[in-house]
C-alpha cells in the first residue's frame, strides 16, 4: 500500500469508508463491490481517452469497432456500462439493477472477465451507490500515469487492514512485493506465482518494467494460481485496472499443477500461506514438484519452497516469503534444505521486522534463488533488514522507495551489477557503500560460504551470519531486543515440535515391538 500521502486516494478511501459504516455491511461484502466500481471508473476513463483519439483519426468510411479499443489495449464499453452512463442515472431509479447490467455488458463484450466482475449491486440502496458513483466521478481526468491502479491497490491494502486475517489472504503489502521485484528484477519472461491472491507480484513487475522503459505487455507473460474464486476475480481486476493481461486460474497449488510448471519460468514471486498443516502428502508422491523429497512434519513451508524451486527454468530466479521459523527448520526441513543449499541455488536472504504485514505482527524472511549462476556461486548473501523501516502508525511499518532501492541494490552489487538512483537511494549507498563496491558491513549484511553455513546446522536465518552493528548503550531499543528474543523463541518452537514428533514416531515403533 502506497503511504506516499496521495491526497486523491486518502480523499476517495475516507469517503467510501464513511458510506461503508453507513450501509451496515462488513468489510467482505462491501470491498468487492467498491472495486468492482474503481474498475469501472478506470475502464471508461481509458475507453473516453481511446473514443477521442479513434474520431479524431477518422474521415474514412470503415467504421470503430470493438477491436479498435482492444488494439489499444483498451476494454470496450457499451454505452450503457459507460460510468458517464451510470452516472447520469435517476436517484429514483433501479441503479443497482443498472450497475449489474453494466457488468455483464462488459462481460460479453471482453471474454477474459466473464464471470469476474462482481454483480451483486441491488444489496445496496439507490442512495449509497448514488454517493459511491459521485466519489468516483471526483477523480479528475486529467492525471498521469497509473493513478487509477494505484487508488485500486490503495483500496485492497485499507480492505485488508480491516478484514484482518481473511485480508491477509488476498494482498501482500506493498514495500514487501517491490523489494521481491527489485531484487530479482523481472525485465523479461515468464512469471510465476501459485499463490496469487490479487495479483500484487504481477503489478509490481509490471511497474519495474515500466520504470525502465519498456513496455511490460510486450515484455512479460503471467501465469497465476488461487485457490479462492472471490480472490481470482479480484486479481483479475487487477490486472485489467493496469491494463495487463494474465493466465489465473482457480486450483489448489498443493494438489494442482494447472501451469505444468516444473522447469518453465523465468522468475517466480509468491507470498504463501505460513505454516499450513494438513497436507495430504499421500496425494504428492512422485511429483516432480518436489526433487528434495517431500518433509515429513506436518507443515507445509518446505512443500512451497520445494513448488518454487522446481518451477524454475535454467537461469530462473525466484523471490518469496517465508516465516521466520522455516529459516532454522530442523529434521526432514533440514535436510531439504541442505540440498537446496548445496544446489547453489539460493542467492539471498533477507530478514524482515515485524508489523510489515496486517495478519501478523511477526517478522518474516524473503528468499532469493537464482538458477542462473547456481554453478559457480560459492555462498549466500544475508541482509538484516529489521531495523530498516518507515513507521506508518503505531501497529504498521514498510519501507520507503530510497529504503526498498538500497536493499535491492546491496543485491546488485553482491551480483556485480551497477546500483540504481530512481528512488533516491544514493544518500544510503554513500553512507554504507561509498566505494560502490559490495563489502560485508556488520549488522546489516554479509556473504557467507557454504561450509560456514554448515557449521550453523544449514542455517539460512540472517541474525546468526550478520551480526550487530556497534552501538552506544544508550541506543538500546528494548522493543526491538524484545522482538529478536521473540524470533529466537519462534524457533526454539520449531525445534522443540520436531523433537516431539521424532519421540513420538520412536514411542510407536517401541509399542509395535512391544
Same mark, same amino acid.
Given at each position: 500500500m502506497n503511504h506516499?500521502?496521495?491526497?486523491?486516494?486518502? #480523499? =476517495?478511501?475516507a469517503a467510501a469508508d464513511e458510506l461503508r459504516a453507513?450501509?451496515?455491511l462488513k468489510s467482505s461484502e462491501y470491498s468487492v463491490p467498491v472495486l468492482g466500481l474503481v474498475f469501472l471508473r478506470y475502464a471508461d476513463y481509458k475507453f473516453q481517452a481511446a473514443l477521442e483519439e479513434l474520431a479524431g483519426g477518422g474521415g474514412g468510411r470503415r467504421r470503430v469497432g470493438p477491436a479498435d479499443y482492444q488494439a489499444r489495449s483498451v476494454l470496450y464499453l457499451p454505452e450503457a456500462a459507460r460510468f458517464s452512463s451510470l452516472i447520469q442515472l435517476p436517484e429514483g431509479g433501479n441503479i443497482g439493477a443498472a450497475i449489474n447490467d453494466a457488468m455483464r455488458a462488459i462481460e460479453s463484450e471482453n471474454p477474459d472477465l466473464k464471470d469476474v466482475l462482481p454483480k451483486t449491486y441491488n444489496r445496496f440502496e439507490n442512495a449509497l451507490l448514488k454517493e459511491l458513483l459521485k466519489t %468516483?466521478?471526483?477523480?479528475?481526468?486529467?492525471?498521469?500515469?497509473?493513478a487509477f491502479g494505484k487508488i485500486y491497490? $490503495?483500496? %485492497?491494502?485499507h480492505f485488508a487492514m480491516s478484514e484482518g486475517q481473511k485480508g491477509g489472504e488476498f494482498f501482500t503489502p506493498t514495500a514487501i512485493v517491490q523489494l521481491i521485484v527489485g531484487i530479482i528484477q523481472p525485465f523479461h519472461g515468464r512469471i510465476y506465482d501459485p499463490a496469487c491472491g490479487s495479483g500484487g507480484m504481477f503489478v509490481q513487475s509490471a511497474r519495474f518494467v515500466e520504470e525502465h522503459k519498456k513496455n511490460p505487455s510486450a515484455e512479460l507473460s503471467v501465469y497465476g494460481q488461487e485457490k479462492v474464486a472471490e480472490t481470482v476475480r479480484l486479481g483479475k481486476m487487477n490486472l485489467a485496472v493496469h491494463g495487463l493481461s494474465g493466465d489465473i486460474r482457480q486450483g489448489n497449488s498443493y494438489y494442482e499443477d494447472l501451469h505444468d510448471s516444473p522447469g518453465r519460468f523465468d522468475f517466480v514471486m509468491a507470498n504463501p500461506p505460513f505454516n499450513v498443516d494438513r497436507v495430504d502428502k499421500d496425494r504428492l508422491k512422485d511429483d516432480p514438484r518436489f526433487p528434495f523429497g517431500l518433509p515429513r512434519t506436518d507443515n507445509a513451508n518446505y512443500l512451497w519452497v520445494e513448488l518454487f524451486y522446481s518451477a524454475l527454468n535454467d537461469t530462473g530466479r525466484a523471490g518469496f516469503v517465508m516465516a521466520n521459523s522455516a529459516s532454522d527448520a530442523r529434521g526432514s526441513e533440514l535436510e531439504i534444505r541442505r540440498q537446496l543449499i548445496e544446489s547453489g541455488a539460493v542467492e539471498a536472504m533477507v530478514a524482515v521486522g515485524s508489523n510489515f504485514f496486517y495478519t501478523v505482527t511477526l517478522p518474516c524472511t524473503l528468499w532469493f534463488l537464482d538458477n542462473g549462476s547456481s554453478d559457480v556461486r560459492e555462498g549466500v548473501l544475508f541482509i538484516d533488514a529489521r531495523h530498516i523501516y518507515r513507521q506508518i502508525d503505531?501497529?504498521?511499518?514498510?519501507?520507503?522507495?530510497?529504503?526498498?532501492?538500497?536493499?535491492?541494490?546491496?543485491? #546488485? =552489487? $553482491? #551480483?556485480?551489477?551497477?546500483p540504481e538512483n %530512481?528512488?533516491?537511494?544514493?544518500? =544510503?549507498?554513500?553512507? $554504507?557503500f561509498p566505494d560502490r563496491q559490495y563489502a560485508d558491513v556488520a549488522g546489516l549484511c554479509k556473504v557467507a560460504g557454504i561450509a560456514e553455513i554448515e557449521v550453523q546446522g544449514w542455517s539460512l536465518n540472517p541474525g546468526r551470519y550478520v551480526g550487530v552493528a556497534a552501538r552506544a548503550e544508550e541506543d538500546f531499543d528494548f522493543k526491538e531486543r524484545l522482538e529478536e528474543l521473540n524470533e529466537e523463541l519462534e524457533t526454539l518452537n520449531g525445534e522443540a #515440535?520436531? %523433537?516431539?514428533e521424532r519421540i513420538a514416531e520412536n514411542l510407536a515403533v517401541l509399542l509395535e515391538v512391544v
Open positions: 506516499n500521502g496521495n491526497p486523491i486516494e486518502a #480523499r =476517495l478511501w453507513n450501509s451496515k %468516483l466521478n471526483s477523480v479528475p481526468m486529467d492525471i498521469e500515469g497509473d491497490e $490503495y483500496f %485492497l491494502g503505531r501497529a504498521h511499518r514498510d519501507w520507503t522507495p530510497a529504503q526498498i532501492e538500497f536493499l535491492a541494490n546491496i543485491a #546488485r =552489487l $553482491y #551480483r556485480g551489477e551497477a %530512481l528512488h533516491d537511494s544514493a544518500e =544510503l549507498m554513500a553512507e $554504507y #515440535r520436531e %523433537l516431539e
